[in-house]
């Protein structure tokens, strides 16, 4: 898994999150994000069919209890599935986009 931060409040996150490791580097590089004073985020999975529950609940907090505004763009069907499933679609702004 790579991560890119690019404009200071845009992240892309590229191939699968393998790990325990990888899901802690991008709730690390995320939180930095926040803490720069970032309130407009935009996160692009690309190529990433899963998210552990860490990572979604980090992500559904931040929406929750911070004054940002998150938008998410999934390249792979089946995690934006999977955010469907949840009932996640609206409450982290998640589109799906084909590469």
Do not use: P, W
Not at 48 to 61: F, N
Not at 73 to 95: A, H, P, Q, Y
């Amino acid at each position: 898994m790579d991560i890119i931060v690019s404009k200071g409040c845009r992240i892309k996150v590229l191939g699968q999150i393998q790990s325990v490791n990888d899901s802690e580097r991008l709730i690390r590089t995320i939180s930095e994000v926040v803490d720069s004073g970032a309130t407009n985020i935009h996160i692009i999975f690309i190529e990433t069919r899963l998210l552990g529950s860490a990572t979604v609940g980090y992500l559904v907090k931040l929406t929750c209890s911070n004054n940002l505004t998150l938008n998410i763009e999934v390249t792979d069907l089946r995690l934006f599935d999977l955010l469907k499933n949840m009932g996640l679609i609206d409450t982290l702004n998640v589109s799906h986009k084909s590469e």
